[in-house]
């Protein structure tokens, strides 16, 4: 059975983790509880080579400790869970994770912070040494968190693509019906075969991501969502900072 390690924090309860130093396993019931997320759900859209089955000892309703087998996910996969909540607890739970579990883990092999306190030694040169030894550890600590933390970002509002509605929810509309028409009164997009198109100025920004996908009739169907890119974008245009 794999080592785990149980990681506690007062606002997000108890998280455990499995893995090595190098590649963190996290168990996807923990982290779902945390983000108000099914577990059966989210698992499916991960991507499965970064979901392992590891035996873990739980305890059953009357308190025995038995094994079970539950699904820990890879690094890559943690962050597509974090994303894909809008709980209020998403973004403090994703900072303690990069910003402290995280680093932990990779410079000490468990979830114990690095403190710069001088050690007692008799010798001052030693003492000193080792001093400046453990603060070095806590500086490349904390700015391996703040690394992890600028790329979380960067997935978060880059390679993350929005509905219309998700958009229009955001900006305070009505419904994906009202942004599509004034996003049409903008000259941003225009309606062709029942489907909403961006001028070609705003397919060169990047601001869509359309697929094309072929029905069983033969017919061709596209599914058109918005980039990071085009949500900052079109948020700025209904605020008036942008010129369209």
């Not at 873990?56 to 087998?69: K, W």
């Not at 092999?109 to 550890?137: C, H, I, M």
């Not at 968190?145 to 305070?172: C, D, M």
């Not at 072929?214 to 245009?237: E, Q, S």
Request: charged fraction near 25%; charge should be neutral; aromatic fraction near 8%.
């Amino acid at each position: 059975m794999a080592a785990i390690e149980i990681f506690k924090n007062e606002s997000f309860g108890e998280v455990r983790v499995a893995g090595t130093s190098e590649e963190p396993l996290f168990c996807l019931a923990d982290i779902c509880r945390v983000l108000d997320l099914h577990v059966g759900m989210t698992k499916q859209r991960l991507d499965q080579r970064g979901v392992s089955l590891i035996d873990t000892p739980t305890r059953n309703q009357y308190g025995t400790e038995v094994v079970q087998q539950l699904v820990y996910i890879n690094e890559k996969n943690l962050y597509k869970v974090i994303m894909r909540s809008d709980k209020p607890q998403a973004e403090p739970f994703q900072d303690w994770v990069c910003g402290e579990v995280l680093p932990s883990i990779r410079k000490t092999g468990s979830y114990n912070l690095v403190k710069a306190e001088l050690p007692d030694f008799t010798n001052p040169a030693e003492a000193a040494r080792a001093w400046a030894e453990q603060y070095e550890l806590k500086m490349l600590a904390q700015a391996e968190a703040e690394e992890n933390k600028r790329q979380v970002a960067i997935l978060t509002h880059t390679n993350k693509t929005y509905t219309a509605t998700e958009i229009a929810k955001e900006a305070g509309l009505q419904s994906a019906s009202q942004l599509n028409k004034i996003l049409k009164e903008k000259g941003i997009q225009y309606k062709i075969n029942g489907t909403w198109v961006p001028y070609q100025k705003y397919a060169t920004l990047g601001w869509f991501d359309i697929k094309q996908e072929v029905a069983d009739n033969g017919h061709i169907i596209y599914h058109r969502r918005i980039t990071g890119d085009g949500r900052k974008g079109i948020l700025n245009v209904l605020l008036g900072r942008a010129a369209v």
